[in-house]
C-alpha cells in the first residue's frame, strides 16, 4: 500500500473534499508506480487493522447517508455550506476554488496535486446551468457521486487489505 492511501481514506472520512476526483486519481496513480517498483509503505500510526475498522465504519455511514434522503440532503447543505463564504446560496469560483485549496492543505495534500485545469474542469462540471455559480441543486449531483466513489474505494482498500 502507498502513502497516498491514508491521504486517500483522510479524504474518504473527511468527507468534506472538492478535490476528491483529481487527488484520488493522483494517489490511485501513484500507488500504480509504487506497487510496480516494488515499494511497501507503511501506514504511520495506523494499524492495518485500524485501517480497515476506519474504512468500515466510513462505508456503512455513507451507504446509510445515500439511503436515506434527510441525512443526504443535511450532508449535503453541510457541505456546501462550508464552501458558500459569503453564505449567499451560491458557490462562485472564487469560493469553490478557495475552500478546495485551504482543504487540501488541512489534509496535507500539496496544492499542486488540483491543477488550475482540474479546478476549471470540476467547476464547469458543478455549474450545469454556466450561470458561473454554484446552487445546491447543482451541488448535490456531486455529493452523491462522490459517496458513491468514496464506498467503492473503501471497498477496494478493504479487499486489498484482506488479501495481504
Do not use: W
Amino acid at each position: 500500500m502507498s502513502d497516498c492511501v491514508c491521504v486517500c481514506v483522510c479524504v474518504c472520512v473527511c468527507v468534506v473534499c472538492f478535490c476528491a476526483f483529481p487527488v484520488a486519481q493522483q494517489c490511485r496513480e501513484r500507488e500504480k508506480r509504487d506497487t510496480k517498483r516494488g515499494r511497501q509503505i507503511h501506514l504511520t500510526g495506523m494499524s492495518q487493522a485500524e485501517l480497515q475498522q476506519q474504512l468500515i465504519v466510513m462505508k456503512e455511514a455513507l451507504e446509510k447517508t445515500l439511503a436515506s434522503r434527510e441525512d443526504m440532503d443535511r450532508s449535503v447543505r453541510d457541505m456546501f455550506e462550508k464552501a458558500d463564504l459569503d453564505g449567499n446560496g451560491f458557490i462562485d469560483r472564487e469560493e469553490l476554488e478557495r475552500a478546495t485549496r485551504e482543504y487540501m492543505e488541512s489534509i496535507g495534500v500539496e496544492p499542486e496535486a488540483f491543477t488550475q485545469k482540474h479546478f476549471d474542469e470540476n467547476f464547469a462540471n458543478l455549474d450545469t446551468n454556466k450561470d458561473g455559480l454554484i446552487s445546491v441543486e447543482e451541488f448535490r449531483p456531486f455529493v452523491e457521486e462522490f459517496f458513491k466513489e468514496s464506498i467503492d474505494y473503501a471497498t477496494t482498500l478493504l479487499r486489498e487489505i484482506s488479501r495481504e
